[in-house]
């Protein structure tokens, strides 16, 4: 297992496009999360799947934003409509279920897909 | 999350133990304490995490002390590449099916000279 990928690594839009990101995160963890970094600000979450279910949007994630993760495997968060404050780093992260009734906060995180938005 | 205190930025030379400080004086009696690093153009790396005990592995230790009011990472032989920013997070407890959200803060900023 290579850990959690994410593709493309760099993404240059013009304003007003559309952009898909995807993340395949390690095969057994049954939790993927997406987050957004901007220069200089550590991550912010955006949202949380638990299998294929979407069970957590933050208010960040406006209704340009859509994630997906069919089949609960690999997922995808598209941007529609981009806009120049769209550029960050989109960073996706993974985590096996607890082994107990505690929540597990060790993530593995994917390098990420840096989008710039001119 | 429980609120957490560190310094904007540290220095460390080659080869000498890195000790970076948390405070985290509100956090509750089953709130862990984690530990992340994020190397520039990488994502963040799960470092280490613990309760009340001390905790140690193959990339760092974990001090806590007693009053759980406050931490310290040590890297006990600090290399080039371990400069990075290292977060210091105290995720409320979550049980069961709640998902487990990290608040990510500002972060300590170590740069390890040589």
């Known amino acids: 297992d290579t850990g959690v990928s994410q593709d493309p690594r760099h993404k240059i839009t013009k304003r007003g496009q559309n952009v898909t990101f995807r993340c395949d995160p390690i095969?057994?963890?049954?939790?993927l999360y997406w987050y957004r970094q901007t220069l200089g600000q550590g991550p912010e979450f955006l949202t949380y799947?638990?299998?294929?279910?979407?069970?957590?949007k933050s208010r960040l994630l406006s209704d340009r934003f859509s994630a997906e993760r069919p089949k609960g495997s690999f997922s995808t968060l598209e941007i529609q409509r981009t806009e120049q404050g769209d550029s960050a780093m989109y960073l996706c992260?993974?985590?096996?279920?607890?082994?107990?009734?505690?929540?597990?906060?060790?993530?593995?995180f994917g390098s990420g897909t840096r989008l710039t938005v001119v | 999350d429980a609120k957490t205190t560190q310094p904007p930025s540290m220095d460390c030379a080659e080869g000498r133990a890195a000790n970076l400080p948390c405070n985290h004086s509100?956090?509750?009696?089953?709130?862990?304490v984690y530990w992340y690093r994020q190397i520039h153009s990488q994502g963040p790396q799960y470092i280490i995490h613990?309760?009340?005990n001390n905790e140690t592995n193959e990339m760092a230790s974990l001090i806590i002390t007693e009053d759980r009011k406050s931490s310290t990472l040590i890297l006990p032989h600090a290399t080039l590449r371990d400069t990075a920013v290292y977060y210091c997070?105290?995720?409320?407890?979550?049980?069961?099916?709640?998902?487990?959200?990290?608040?990510f803060g500002q972060g300590t900023i170590l740069t390890v000279h040589p």
């Open positions: 997070i105290a995720p409320t407890y979550a049980g069961g099916t709640s998902y487990g959200k990290l608040t």
């Open positions: 799947f638990q299998n294929e279910a979407q069970l957590e």
């Open positions: 509100t956090i509750s009696g089953n709130e862990y």
């Open positions: 613990g309760l009340k």
């Open positions: 095969s057994e963890h049954n939790r």
């Open positions: 992260a993974s985590s096996s279920p607890p082994a107990g009734p505690r929540v597990n906060y060790g993530y593995t």
